[in-house]
């Protein structure tokens, strides 16, 4: 994983916050892109690890990659990115078609 910057680590954690306190992925949770119809079965992509996971519709989903009971792992499909804002996980996702 590539390293982050000191503003980067700060800007997660707010956007954590966020995400614990509206449940929701920060800013962009009303653009349809990170919206799907239904759970959607997807492969995350971080360094070397594939991990296949169900995303949840609204597309917060709780990380594969850190133990967490809320969830704070942001799934975006259309820009096929995803973005954990508990453990800074990041990478590419592709949806199983
Ligand atoms: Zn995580």
């Known amino acids: 994983m590539s390293e982050l910057s000191n503003f980067e680590k700060l800007e997660a954690r707010l956007m954590l916050l966020e995400v614990a306190v509206f449940g929701a992925c920060p800013d962009k949770i009303e653009k349809p892109r990170l919206r799907l119809n ?3 079965e997807a492969i995350l992509f971080n360094g ?17 990659y850190h133990e967490e009971k809320t969830p704070s792992c942001c799934v975006d499909v259309v820009k096929g990115e995803f973005n954990c804002f508990g453990c800074l996980a990041r990478g ?3 949806v199983i078609e």
């Open 92 to 94: 590419r996702v592709e």
């Open 38 to 40: 239904k759970p959607t």
């Open 48 to 64: 070397d690890t594939q991990t296949r996971v169900v995303v949840p519709a609204k597309g917060i989903m709780r990380c594969p």
